[in-house]
């Protein structure tokens, strides 16, 4: 009996083992982590004017150091084509900036363009090289700030772990191939889900010229998006916010509203 026994567990453990091994051929492999460039990469597709297909309504709410308040109201619709960012953006108020529309036209493999109409002059103007690095209409964001570009081709390490509002973060610093604008960019990703939560730009000096908070994250055409922003400006003293107040899911906006043409108005 003694023996039979022990052959009945021997063969008990090999049907367990080979039932263990048929589960485990039967699940799916664990997914590759992010590379640090991929964890960047997700978190700025969530930022302005990466919406897939969306008209939007925005207050832009300028701070000084002194206290003075101002606020732009503006309009927004932005849409993906064959895989590249387009926006546009109108300002409808005050009286002294309405009518003043930017377009934003990513360009794959090649340097995105910036496009500026002057309602005043009645002329579009083109933002490039030295002019990026310009506020854009008078806020803590310059133009460049609004496109992400250089990010594409950093070289981006993984530099520690941070816990933000709860929840622990990666923190990535990129450097951009070619620094037109900030030596450095640090970004805090959400390490559940990959959402942006901050980021630092630092100066040829290496020192923190500004700080750009993520307050609110929505689903916009499907995908999370950034709603709500807070850039502070470490020079100056003042800070820009940037709120997304009224989000209508688009997916028929036609590709001549993203044109030059259609900056001028109507």
């Known amino acids: 009996r003694h023996a039979g026994g022990g052959r009945a567990a021997v063969s008990a453990r090999r049907a367990t083992v080979a039932l263990a091994a048929v589960l485990a051929a039967a ?3 664990h997914a590759k982590p992010p590379t640090p460039a991929e964890l960047v990469q997700r978190a700025v597709d969530q930022m302005l004017f990466r919406a897939r297909g969306a008209e939007m309504t925005m207050r832009l709410t300028l701070r000084g150091k002194g206290g003075d308040v101002r606020t732009r109201q503006l309009y927004s619709k932005s849409r993906m084509i064959d895989g590249q ?3 546009l953006v109108r300002f409808l108020a005050p009286s002294e900036v309405a009518g003043t529309a930017f377009l934003f036209l990513e360009r794959k493999g090649g340097a995105d363009e910036q496009h500026m109409y002057l309602p005043a002059l009645k002329i579009v103007r083109r933002i490039a090289g ?4 310009a506020s854009f209409m008078g806020s803590d964001f310059t133009y460049a700030d609004l496109q992400w570009s250089d990010l594409g081709g950093a070289a981006c390490a993984r530099a520690g772990q941070e816990k933000i509002g709860g929840h622990p973060c990666v923190i990535v ?4 191939p070619r620094r037109d604008v900030y030596a450095r960019l640090r970004a805090f990703v959400r390490a559940a889900d990959g959402a942006p939560v901050r980021f630092e730009f630092y100066d040829a000096r290496a020192e923190l010229a500004k700080t750009l ?3 609110e994250l929505k689903p916009v055409a499907g995908a999370p998006m950034a709603t709500a922003l807070r850039m502070l400006n470490h020079r100056t003293g003042g800070s820009t916010e940037l709120v997304i107040e009224r989000v209508t899911v688009r997916d ?4 001549s509203d993203f ?3 259609a ?3 109507r």
């Open 130 to 133: 030295e002019q990026k690095r």
């Open 259 to 261: 044109t030059v043409e």
């Open 263 to 265: 900056l001028r108005p």
């Open 173 to 176: 610093d990129c450097t951009p």
């Open 85 to 87: 960012s387009r926006a």
């Open 27 to 29: 699940a799916p492999a």
């Open 213 to 215: 908070f993520v307050k």
């Open 252 to 255: 028929d906006l036609p590709a």
